[in-house]
């Protein structure tokens, strides 16, 4: 049975999609179990963070000042707001906005998140200030991870320390790159 016309074209523009994609390396010994933090406080959660450090990836190619705004939706999902500058802080501003889903509510440490449906992403928190000062995210494939923080800036001792517990983890952290932020 031949294929209808629109049938083709949505083919050919996932295809072409797909290709566009370039996986990043993985940056994590997989044979070691992720484990997410016990529980987050989704309302303490909610707000500005700004990015710290994460590695590298194809959505954030020559983003500087990279920020991430949660908010509560009615629905119990949240809204995704993401903004970064283009190669300076005076640069074009990018905007992302998605939706975020908790995938285990025992914990509320898993999340899903979405910026193009049907296309969802893991989002685990797996590192928490008690204060909710900072966190480190990440996702089981070791592709993705992002160390974020309330504030624009952490101390040389807090960096110190998040790469540490990172390699703990099995993470290779020269892989990292560090996020300016004016």
Same mark, same amino acid.
């Given at each position: 049975?031949?294929?209808?016309? &629109?049938?083709?074209?949505? =083919?050919?523009?996932?295809?072409?999609?797909?290709?566009?994609? /370039?996986? !990043?390396?993985?940056?994590?010994?997989?044979?070691?179990?992720? %484990?997410?933090?016990?529980?987050?406080?989704? &309302?303490?959660? $909610?707000?500005?963070?700004? /990015?710290? &450090?994460?590695?590298?990836?194809?959505?954030?190619?020559?983003?500087? %000042?990279?920020?991430?705004?949660? %908010?509560?939706?009615?629905?119990?999902?949240?809204?995704?707001?993401?903004?970064?500058?283009?190669?300076?802080?005076?640069?074009? /501003?990018?905007? =992302? /906005?998605?939706?975020?889903?908790?995938?285990?509510? $025992? +914990?509320? =440490?898993?999340?899903?998140? +979405?910026?193009?449906?049907?296309?969802?992403?893991?989002?685990?928190?797996?590192?928490?200030?008690?204060?909710?000062?900072?966190?480190?995210?990440?996702?089981?494939?070791?592709?993705?991870? #992002?160390?974020?923080?309330?504030?624009?800036?952490?101390?040389?001792?807090?960096? %110190?320390?998040?790469?540490? #517990?990172?390699?703990? *983890?099995?993470?290779?952290?020269?892989?990292?790159? #560090?996020? !300016? *932020?004016?």
């Amino acid at each position: 049975m031949p294929m209808k016309p &629109a049938a083709i074209v949505f =083919a050919i523009l996932f295809s072409t999609l797909l290709a566009g994609c /370039e996986r !990043p390396p993985v940056n994590r010994d997989l044979s070691r179990p992720l %484990a997410t933090v016990g529980n987050v406080d989704i &309302a303490r959660y $909610a707000g500005r963070w700004y /990015e710290i &450090a994460r590695f590298p990836n194809g959505f954030e190619t020559d983003c500087v %000042a990279v920020t991430a705004t949660y %908010a509560a939706n009615g629905d119990g999902s949240l809204k995704v707001t993401n903004r970064c500058r283009k190669k300076a802080f005076d640069g074009p /501003e990018e905007v =992302a /906005e998605g939706r975020a889903r908790v995938v285990d509510a $025992a +914990t509320n =440490a898993k999340l899903a998140v +979405t910026f193009f449906w049907p296309f969802e992403g893991d989002y685990w928190v797996l590192a928490l200030a008690p204060d909710y000062s900072w966190a480190v995210v990440g996702e089981p494939s070791g592709r993705y991870l #992002w160390i974020l923080s309330r504030s624009p800036k952490i101390s040389p001792e807090l960096r %110190a320390d998040l790469v540490k #517990w990172l390699e703990g *983890q099995g993470y290779k952290t020269r892989a990292l790159y #560090w996020t !300016p *932020q004016p």
